[in-house]
């Protein structure tokens, strides 16, 4: 092959590569065989174009194809501003669902910090918590009794993890749990990157009579290397207000109630 031939195989591959992301942005997932089809290579080249797109983080590979990936900003600082206003919505409509006289689980992550800040100023009630900033804006109600579960710090959701951390948290039967969302897909469930903080999110979930999830739009049907639950675990989503009817259906189709902000 001449440098020619070379380049226009390069070509080919960056141009097939960018129209299965593209593919990816419109329909949320990919199928290997369909694109094999639909571009006329062999399944084995489909699969190197989905691993490569992989290690580069710009997909996530599941079984048969890919599907789109979770949104990771390691900065817990640049987290809390990137969409605040859609955080703020979905914080007020969550907080809704806290009242007093009940037992609450509030798991750590910017949307849930957010969640903290935006209860009923006489809200009496018991607060368990995971997360240092979520237990710091809890201290402004003094009608919450905190209570915070130590372990290991996992720094970029700011939560304790370990086994101390899950053995405190099955001990706890909550009436609601608000669960920090990274990912939720209707057919993979709830995931996230780090192994431990699955660990603890389902201890927190398993002992919940309600288990609400805020999530960002930009969370909605992506996905995560480790699955803390399926969909239908959850009671009740949370989201903002302009996140359209179809997104929402299977979610619905789940049995969970769909909550959306103001």
């Known amino acids: 092959m001449d440098k020619d031939e070379q380049k226009r195989t390069i070509l080919l591959t960056e141009e097939r590569r960018a129209r299965i992301l593209a593919s990816l942005r419109r329909d949320g997932r990919v199928l290997a065989a369909q694109l094999s089809q639909e571009y006329g290579v062999s399944d084995d080249t489909i699969r190197r174009d989905l691993?490569?797109?992989?290690?580069?983080?710009l997909l996530q590979r599941v079984h048969g194809g890919a599907l789109r990936p979770a949104p990771v900003t390691e900065d817990y600082g640049a987290r809390q501003a990137q969409g605040a206003g859609a955080k703020e919505s979905i914080a007020?409509?969550?907080a809704g669902?806290?009242?007093s006289g009940q037992v609450v689980i509030l798991d750590g992550g910017t949307t849930t910090l957010a969640v903290a800040k935006h209860l009923a100023p006489d809200l009496k009630a018991k607060v368990i918590t995971t997360s240092p900033p979520v237990a710091v804006a809890l201290s402004a109600?003094?009608?919450?009794?905190v209570i915070t579960v130590g372990g290991?710090?996992?720094r970029y959701a700011m939560v304790a993890v370990g086994a101390d951390t899950v053995a405190a948290l099955r001990a706890v039967r909550a009436d609601v749990c608000v669960l920090g969302i990274l990912a939720v897909h209707p057919e993979i469930g709830v995931s996230v990157i780090d192994p431990e903080e699955a660990a603890a999110k389902r201890a927190m979930m398993e002992g919940a009579a309600c288990v609400?999830?805020?999530a960002t739009t930009e969370k909605l049907g992506?996905?995560?290397p480790f699955v803390v639950a399926p969909a239908s675990a959850l009671t009740h989503l949370v989201v903002d207000a302009a996140v359209a009817g179809a997104t929402l259906a299977?979610?619905?189709?789940l049995g969970l109630t769909v909550v959306q902000g103001a």
């Open 97 to 99: 669902l806290i009242h």
């Open 92 to 94: 007020r409509a969550t």
């Open 51 to 57: 691993d490569a797109l992989a290690e580069l983080g």
């Open 250 to 253: 299977p979610y619905r189709a």
């Open 222 to 224: 992506t996905v995560a």
């Open 152 to 154: 290991a710090l996992y």
């Open 141 to 145: 109600y003094p009608g919450v009794e």
């Open 212 to 214: 609400v999830a805020p």
